[in-house]
C-alpha cells in the first residue's frame, strides 16, 4: 500500500490505496492539518495575548485606556458606595452579622454614620465632574473601616474567621479605592484641570458662614449678651454648652451626627466694645475654627445689623462636612436658624417653639420656616 498526497488550500489529503490499482479495493482518504496552517493559529492565539498584555500595561501605566479605565471603575464605585451605604444605613444589624461584630448600639450608631459617608462619596464620586476628591475621601473612609474592625479583635464575642474575612474585604477595596483615585487624579492633572493626588489628599476641606440680621436692640445690648458666650446655647441650636474659662478662653461643646459630640477650647483674639468681637479655637480642636460678629448701627436708628462670619473644617474634612448635612448639623443649616431664635429671644424674651404640641417640632413655628431658613 502507498499513500498519494494531494493539497488543497487548507489540508492535506492523503489517499491510501491497494498496491495493485486493479484489485479493485476502495481508496481511503483522511484529512492532515498541514504543519503550516496550525503555526499560523498558534501565532494568531499568541498575537492575542501579547495584545491583552499590552492592553494591560497600558491601564497600569495611565494612558488613554487606562484613563477610560478609571473613570468606569470610578463609576463602579459610586454605585457600590450607595448600595453599600443604604444598607449600612437601613440596617446596621445585618451588617454587623456579616463582619463577625456584636449586634449592641454604639455598634450600630458607628455602622450608619459609615453608611451616610458611603452613600456622601457615591453621590459625590457619580454626580461631579472631577471626581478625584471624592474618590480620595473613599481611600480615607477605607482607613476607618479597618480602624473600626480593628479595635473588634479583642472582643472575645466576635466572630473570628468573619472578621478576618471582612478585614481582608476592606484592604482589596482599599487597594481599589487607592489605584482608582491615582488614575483619576493623575488624569486630571495631566489635562490641567485640577489639583496633583498629593494636593488632592491634603487640601482640607473648610465651610464659610456668612450671615446678618437686623434686631431691635442697641449694639451696646448686642455687644453684652454676646460677649457672654456662655449666653450662646440659649439660641445656638447646635451647642450643648459654652464654659467661660478666663478673659479670652472658653470650652465649647457642640453636638455631631448620631447624637455625638465635638469639643474645643476658642480664644478670644479681637474685642471692639460695642462693635466687633473675634474668636478661634485652639490647637487640640476637634473642629478647627474662627468667627466674628459686628454690631453695626442700622440705617434710620431702627436696630443693630447683626453680622455673623464663621470659617470651619469639619472631623475627616469632606466626608465630615457631607454628613452633618445629611443630619442638618451643618453650620450652614443652623446658624440662620440661631439668628431668627437670636431676634426673638432679645426681642420678645421668649423663642417661639412647639414642644408638647402634636408636631413635635423642636426648632420652629413650621417647615416653611424652616426651608426659608436653610436656602
Request: net charge negative.
Amino acid at each position: 500500500m502507498r499513500e498519494v498526497a494531494t493539497q488543497t488550500s487548507d489540508w492535506d489529503v492523503t489517499r491510501n490505496s491497494a498496491d495493485d490499482a486493479g484489485n479493485g479495493s476502495n481508496a481511503e482518504y483522511r484529512r492532515v492539518q498541514r504543519p503550516g496552517q496550525q503555526w499560523q493559529e498558534q501565532s494568531a492565539q499568541y498575537a492575542q495575548r501579547a495584545q491583552a498584555s499590552q492592553n494591560l500595561q497600558a491601564i497600569a501605566s495611565g494612558s488613554s485606556t487606562g484613563q477610560i479605565s478609571g473613570q468606569s471603575l470610578a463609576k463602579f464605585l459610586g454605585w457600590f458606595s450607595i448600595g453599600l451605604g443604604f444598607v449600612e444605613l437601613l440596617s446596621p444589624e445585618s451588617i454587623a452579622r456579616l463582619v463577625g461584630v456584636e449586634d449592641h448600639e454604639e455598634n450600630r450608631k458607628t455602622l450608619r454614620v459609615f453608611g451616610a459617608r458611603e452613600i456622601a462619596s457615591g453621590v459625590g464620586i457619580l454626580t461631579q465632574s472631577k471626581p478625584a476628591g471624592w474618590l480620595w475621601s473613599r481611600v480615607g473612609g477605607d482607613a476607618l473601616d479597618f480602624a473600626f474592625l480593628a479595635r473588634q479583635r479583642n472582643d472575645d464575642r466576635v466572630q473570628k474567621d468573619r472578621l478576618a474575612q471582612a478585614m481582608l474585604a476592606v484592604a482589596g477595596i482599599a487597594g481599589l479605592d487607592l489605584v482608582t483615585s491615582q488614575k483619576v487624579s493623575s488624569a486630571m492633572s495631566s489635562n490641567g484641570d485640577g489639583l496633583s493626588a498629593e494636593q488632592l489628599r491634603k487640601e482640607p476641606h473648610a465651610g464659610t458662614v456668612n450671615r446678618s440680621i437686623t434686631i431691635d436692640k442697641t449694639p451696646e445690648e448686642l455687644y453684652q449678651f454676646w460677649h457672654n458666650f456662655e449666653n450662646l446655647p440659649s439660641f445656638m441650636g447646635h451647642l450643648k454648652s459654652v464654659k467661660t474659662l478666663d478673659d479670652k478662653r472658653s470650652h465649647w461643646v457642640a453636638k455631631a451626627p448620631m447624637d455625638a459630640s465635638v469639643e474645643w477650647d476658642a480664644e478670644v483674639i479681637e474685642d471692639i466694645p460695642n462693635r466687633r468681637i473675634a474668636w478661634r479655637s485652639l490647637e487640640g480642636a476637634d473642629v478647627d475654627n474662627t468667627g466674628s460678629v459686628e454690631f453695626l448701627p442700622a440705617t434710620g436708628g431702627r436696630g443693630t445689623v447683626l453680622n455673623v462670619k464663621m470659617e470651619y473644617r469639619p472631623p475627616a474634612g469632606m466626608i465630615g462636612a457631607t454628613i452633618a448635612k445629611i443630619f442638618g448639623q451643618a453650620p450652614e443649616k443652623q446658624i440662620p436658624m440661631d439668628l431668627h431664635r437670636l431676634k426673638q429671644v432679645l426681642e420678645t424674651g421668649e423663642t417661639a417653639r412647639t414642644e408638647g404640641q402634636p408636631a413635635g417640632r423642636p426648632t420652629s413655628t413650621s417647615p416653611i420656616f424652616d426651608d426659608f431658613l436653610r436656602k
